[in-house]
């Protein structure tokens, strides 16, 4: 319909990008997509590209699913939004009912938004809304972590910990309490794993002990910090923190809005430590990458504190305009359907294998620092020195030259500063895997010099 080139040149006329500086945008040549089949995406002049970040951490079970698609066009036909605020839908009630069955025991109770961020913030606002009801009145704070990532709205922004996104708007920002971050690789405390007994859950023990009597709640990323650097939290942190959290009286708000659905290897990272949280915060991967849509889970105990006579005016007073669209929720119902039908999880057992294996060999490259992975969560960290773990200097665009060397070889990928991501659908068929992880070596290899 449009040529390649028209779209292109109205694209650099018109669109702004997220996270990208568009000085060096409006110089590149861009890459317009046009069709995704399978797991691939393909461009306006028929190139295919496997797509390795499933488009920013939302395909599941592949692109163009006729199961997923035939859903959105059935509910499309009967009905494409009507409010929640005061009424009820048919396939947000299914949804609703089906996630609270699968997430962990006691999260009963399902609100609706349509994106990550404000999944976070509704999370954040009903801890505090609860305790101030609750009459504690100085509980008016968060604890969260260094290289946390909670989304871009300024609430969201107001619990991350990345230097880099948050900094410049510190003085919009409410003040919350910071953790160290669980980041080995560079340990914030100077110590080696093998032996500080995870010194960085004491400290976080100590944020809590200090500051718990003006603290609504803990806020954390289970398992992985993903935007942080795909920072691979030790085994048993997450369930030390909550314990903590928990024996002081602190709600739990786990952000799964990365890790859910599949990625670390089981359908809720939380499951791989037998955590309650207090909150259970989704997004992403909840309509298999097909719409946007959003979900906060709580307790009985949360909703309880919300109830009251009208003019008691103790309702939660938040509500998105798109919030439980009938048409997202439907596609995420067939979602998890395919989950089921398909094994999903049980099958990426093998491929999470095959995956540790291919990246073996990465930790041959000079400037491979640490390859870290969880599922099917990896993140390769280049180093300008692997012996000082010296990075490179910003100006080098390290990460960025890999993206383009890939793009060049057929895949998608997008790096966090100077760590590569890799994170492919949980659907993903072994070779297109392997394919992906070869792709990404050669890519290293090219943008880094290595012999
Ligand atoms: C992506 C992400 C968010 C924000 O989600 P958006 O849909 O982009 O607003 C929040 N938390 C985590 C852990 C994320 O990875």
Not at 105 to 132: H, P, R
Request: with cysteine.
């Amino acid at each position: 319909m449009y040529s390649s080139e028209q779209l292109k040149d109205w694209d650099k006329r018109y669109i702004w990008h997220p996270f990208t500086q568009m000085g060096d945008y409006m110089r590149s040549d861009p890459l317009v997509i046009e069709r995704g089949e399978g797991f691939h995406l393909i461009d306006t002049e028929g190139r295919r590209y496997i797509d390795g970040v499933s488009s920013l951490w939302v395909l599941v079970h592949g692109h163009g699913r006729k199961e997923l698609t035939d859903a959105m066009e059935r509910q499309s036909k009967e009905l494409c939004h009507s409010t929640m605020l005061g009424l009820a839908n048919v396939p947000a009630i299914v949804l609703a009912k089906r996630l609270a069955e699968i997430t962990p025991a006691g999260l009963e109770k399902v609100f609706y938004s349509d994106n990550g961020s404000t999944s976070v913030e509704i999370a954040i606002k009903m801890s505090y809304q609860y305790w101030q009801q609750k009459g504690e009145k100085k509980k008016k704070r968060f604890i969260s972590f260094l290289n946390g990532y909670h989304g871009d709205t300024i609430g969201s922004v107001s619990i991350g910990g990345i230097d880099l996104f948050h900094k410049v708007y510190r003085p919009l920002l409410f003040r919350s309490y910071k953790s160290p971050s669980p980041y080995c690789y560079r340990c914030p405390l100077k110590l080696d794993r093998a032996s500080c007994g995870m010194a960085c859950v004491e400290e976080f023990e100590r944020v809590v002990k200090r500051y718990r009597d003006e603290v609504c709640a803990v806020v954390i990323e289970p398992l992985v910090q993903g935007a942080g650097g795909m920072i691979t939290q030790p085994e048993g942190f997450l369930r030390k923190v909550w314990t903590i959290a928990k024996e002081n009286g602190l709600h739990f708000i786990t952000d799964e809005v990365a890790v859910g659905f599949g990625r670390t290897g089981s359908m809720f990272a939380c499951e791989q430590e037998g955590i309650e949280p207090d909150f259970l915060c989704l997004a992403k991967g909840v309509t298999g990458g097909y719409l946007p849509l959003a979900a906060t889970l709580t307790t009985q105990e949360i909703f309880g504190g919300f109830l009251g006579r009208f003019d008691q005016f103790r309702t939660f007073f938040h509500g998105h305009t798109y919030t439980g669209n009938p048409v997202a929720c439907s596609v995420a119902v067939e979602n998890l359907a395919l989950f089921e039908k398909e094994r999903t999880i049980e099958r990426m057992a093998d491929k999470i294998t095959l995956l540790r294996d291919e990246l073996k060999r990465f930790s041959d490259l000079p400037a491979v620092g640490e390859v870290r992975q969880r599922g099917f969560m990896v993140g390769i960290e280049l180093v300008k020195s692997r012996k000082t773990k010296r990075p490179y200097p910003p100006g080098a665009k390290i990460g960025q030259n890999v993206t383009l060397a890939a793009r060049k070889r057929g895949a998608i990928i997008r790096p966090l500063s100077d760590v590569i991501v890799l994170m492919p659908p949980p659907g993903m068929d072994a070779g297109t895997l392997k394919e992906l992880v070869d792709v990404t070596y050669d890519s290293i290899k090219e943008a880094t010099g290595a012999p």
